[in-house]
């Protein structure tokens, strides 16, 4: 055995360099040439199907302007797909369920962004450049004895 004195002697010694430890990601999908990922937000959980298509968004079998009347999580759901340049080229199809609008949108988001990758790895980079595929981990804090909510006390009465 050889004596290491550098790090390029031990990767040597290893039999790997630093490039091929990178990991290669391939293109996922099922027998309709869909990819599938769950998106998480908050109590929300998303189950999202993308497939190359017209652009149409389904949400629970709903338009999904109809689903989110509000112009803001319409753009949440959105932002995957104008961000990595795919408007029109695919159609998204997701069943979403538990806690409210805002965070089922940030649910799909997630959803959405991790199938584009799964489809189409070469996006990873921009997504994940914008933070779209970080599951946003925080949630609501549990209500402890002796408060009226998570932290807020009783109000204070002298008599």
Request: aromatic letters at 8%.
């Amino acid at each position: 055995m050889a004596e290491v004195q550098s790090l390029e002697d031990l990767g040597e010694a290893i039999g790997t360099t630093a490039e091929a430890a990178a990991p290669v990601h391939e293109k996922q999908g099922d027998a309709q040439g869909r990819s599938y990922a769950t998106g998480k937000r908050k109590d929300a959980v998303a189950r999202v199907w993308v497939k190359p298509g017209t652009g149409k968004i389904t949400i629970n079998k709903k338009d999904f302007t109809a689903y989110f009347g509000r112009p803001v999580l319409q753009m949440i759901v959105r932002q995957p797909i104008v961000t990595a340049d795919r408007d029109g080229q695919y159609d998204i199809i997701a069943t979403v369920s538990g806690g409210g609008l805002s965070g089922q949108a940030g649910a799909i988001r997630h959803g959405i962004s991790k199938a584009l990758t799964y489809y189409e790895p070469e996006l990873r980079s921009v997504l994940k450049k914008d933070g779209f595929l970080t599951r946003d981990s925080r949630v609501v804090e549990r209500k402890k004895y002796g408060k009226a909510k998570a932290r807020r006390s009783f109000q204070f009465s002298k008599r």
